[in-house]
Nanobody
């Protein structure tokens, strides 16, 4: 059973930066897709960023140019560097991974104060 462990969330001021990490354990294979979604109160879960085993990346429109995703296939770990944070980035950020199945992390809170 694959487990995802997220870290790096917290409280930051407007314009600040945070780096999220997500490490997957329990799989002998490398991930096919791994990345992040987020959900703010009263809103639907939305794509933040995904990366593939081949290294390509896909970003949600609201974070393009500010967030950067990177992955370490050997460690089954992904990182999300978030710069230029805005109050509207406040949400619970969920790690997402595709191995032979689809998996979600427990979520980590990111709060951006104005």
């Amino acid at each position: 059973q694959v487990q995802l462990v997220e870290s790096g969330g917290g409280l930051v001021q407007f314009g600040g930066s945070l780096r999220l990490s997500c490490a997957a354990s329990g799989s002998a294979d490398s991930f096919y897709v791994m990345g992040w979604y987020r959900q703010a109160p009263g809103k639907q879960r939305e794509l933040v960023a995904l990366t593939t085993m081949g290294g390509s990346a896909n970003y949600g429109d609201s974070v393009k140019g500010r967030f950067t995703i990177s992955g370490d296939n050997a460690k089954n770990t992904v990182y999300l560097q978030m710069n230029g944070l805005k109050p509207e980035d406040t949400a619970v950020y969920y790690c997402y991974a595709v191995f032979r199945g689809t998996y979600w992390g427990q979520g980590t809170q990111v709060t951006v104060s104005s």
